[in-house]
């Protein structure tokens, strides 16, 4: 039984490989922009909508990776904090929904705090780039 297994397992790995090499040396005439049809269309649509959202979420987390490293000893900001940590940002666009609430909830916790402290430069950078952040959601969104 675990000899024919393996056989099996051979023969499809010697032809994914023989397909590998020979796409390299044969040009077959696939063109995704002059495909037709709803499911080409959805396929055109799903992949840009993917590197949006794979960026966008890329954004956030390395928006959250920051705002850790300047706000992560202050305790005003320790609760907004501990959510966006909790977030894992490959889920869909609900969940990127709070993360625009954390991100809000961010910038007005660091508008309250740098009234009554001077406040680094990293951190009112981190929160323009949440500002920033924002900006782009907004214009995806297509809100004025």
């Known amino acids: 039984m675990k000899k024919k297994a393996f056989i099996i397992v051979c023969s499809v790995l010697a032809v994914c490989i023989l397909g590998l090499l020979l796409s390299r040396y044969l040009s077959w005439p696939v063109s995704s922009e002059r495909a037709s049809g709803d499911v080409s269309k959805a396929a055109r649509f799903s992949r840009g909508t993917k590197v949006v959202m794979q960026t966008r979420a890329l954004q956030f987390g390395a928006l959250v990776d920051m705002s850790n490293e300047v706000a992560?000893?202050?305790?005003?900001?320790?609760?907004?904090?501990?959510?966006?940590n909790a977030i894992n940002a490959a889920l869909a666009d609900t969940t990127l929904q709070k993360e625009n609430k954390l991100a809000d909830r961010f910038i007005?916790?660091?508008d309250k705090y740098l009234?009554?402290?001077e406040g680094d430069d990293r951190l009112k950078f981190v929160r323009d780039q949440w500002v920033d952040y924002q900006k782009m959601t907004a214009a995806l969104e297509g809100d004025n």
């Open 108 to 110: 007005e916790t660091t």
């Open 72 to 84: 992560g000893d202050i305790p005003a900001f320790a609760g907004v904090l501990e959510e966006m």
């Open 115 to 117: 009234e009554t402290v």
